[in-house]
């Protein structure tokens, strides 16, 4: 008997390299671990870049994508596959809120004890529904800059920390490679898995997480709270690895 019945998965480090689609190996690979398990990708990104990033990618059969559950936005919004995908969202974060985030934002890196980017890639704050996402280089930068940015995470880090004493009923991530993601406190990935759970019947014990960000304050690291375990992976390639494994 296999031991898990669902595997989840973050995306961007975990599935795809930031911001990219998913490569022709990796859609076989899912195709393949949907046959025999339920699988779940869980991440801070929107539906439409789930569509682009995912879906789109994708050429399995019908039967097998009814396996597959999307989470975008931490799964404050659900996506489930019956014939068609069915999305369900949560309230999307309000104007005044909106603003009160926008506001803590101004001014960002100097307060944080950092240097100004040399240039700033389209917009800074991406609006999310229930969720808004910061991209220190802005939302369309090329990646190769974006991979060199922040990568001990440090910088991200010292600007949470700034965030958390001008923010406090917001909780703040870092995701992808200059990402911030701000939400209402309680929304996170185990916010999300809790919801899914909640409507597959599937028990913690059932599930394996994937993820490349489950270190403290990694927007990976909530998942762990839920008791379900977890395998962290540095790279898509490792986690193509992780998958083999699950279908030997
Ligand atoms: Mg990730």
């Not at 439409?48 to 059969?61: H, N, P, R, T």
């Not at 280089?137 to 010292?158: F, M, Y």
């Not at 200059?178 to 028990?203: C, F, H, N, P, Q």
Request: negative net charge; hydrophobic residues 40%; charged residues 30%.
């Amino acid at each position: 008997m296999e031991k898990f019945d669902l595997i989840a998965f973050d995306i961007d480090g975990t599935l795809t390299r930031s911001k990219l689609p998913l490569d022709v190996e990796m859609a076989t690979l899912l195709c393949r671990l949907m046959k025999r398990y339920k699988v779940a990708i869980i991440s801070g990104a929107n539906h439409e870049q789930f569509k682009w990033q995912i879906i789109d990618c994708l050429s399995c059969l019908p039967e097998h994508m009814k396996n597959l559950y999307l989470l975008p936005v931490d799964g404050t919004v659900f996506c489930s596959y019956d014939d068609d995908w069915q999305c369900e969202n949560d309230a999307p974060i309000s104007r005044e809120e909106k603003a009160l985030i926008t506001t803590a934002f101004e001014d960002i890196f100097v307060k944080s004890g950092l240097s100004n980017p040399d240039k700033i890639y389209g917009e800074l704050i991406e609006d999310r529904g229930a969720q808004l996402n910061f991209s220190a280089l802005g939302q369309n930068a090329p990646i190769e800059l974006k991979e060199k940015w922040d990568t001990d995470n440090k910088k991200r880090a010292r600007i949470v920390e700034i965030l958390k004493s001008i923010l406090p009923s917001f909780s703040m991530r870092i995701g992808g490679t200059t990402s911030i993601e701000v939400t209402r406190t309680g929304i996170d990935k185990a916010y999300g898995l809790r919801k899914l759970m909640e409507r597959t019947g599937i028990s913690k014990e059932r599930i394996l997480y994937i993820g490349d960000k489950l270190f403290e304050g990694g927007n990976d690291a909530p998942v762990l709270t839920l008791g379900i375990e977890c395998r962290v992976v540095n790279d898509p390639e490792e986690t193509k690895k992780t998958i083999f494994e699950l279908l030997k």
